[in-house]
């Protein structure tokens, strides 16, 4: 299965904020919703990779005190 650790909502975030604040700086409006959803991707891909990182480092304490794969 594969697993979403967060890098490409991160790539996502920064691309629409890249977006945001280059090409549609005509557009106020648009500009501020592809900043806002930039900003938005950002952040929840920390979270999300915060969260991957803790579910493997207790994976690997649970290996680690049980001796089994």
């Not at 629409?16 to 557009?27: E, W």
């Not at 579910?55 to 794969?69: D, Q, R, S, Y």
Request: hydrophobic share 50%; charged share 15%; no cysteine.
């Amino acid at each position: 299965m594969y697993k979403i650790n967060g890098t490409p909502l991160l790539v996502i975030g920064m691309m629409l904020t890249a977006l945001g604040s280059t090409i549609l700086s005509d557009h106020t409006f648009l500009q501020y919703i592809a900043l806002f959803l930039g900003l938005i991707f950002s952040i929840f891909s920390v979270f999300l990779s915060d969260k991957v990182k803790k579910a493997e480092m207790e994976k690997a304490k649970i290996h680690l005190t049980t001796g089994k794969n």
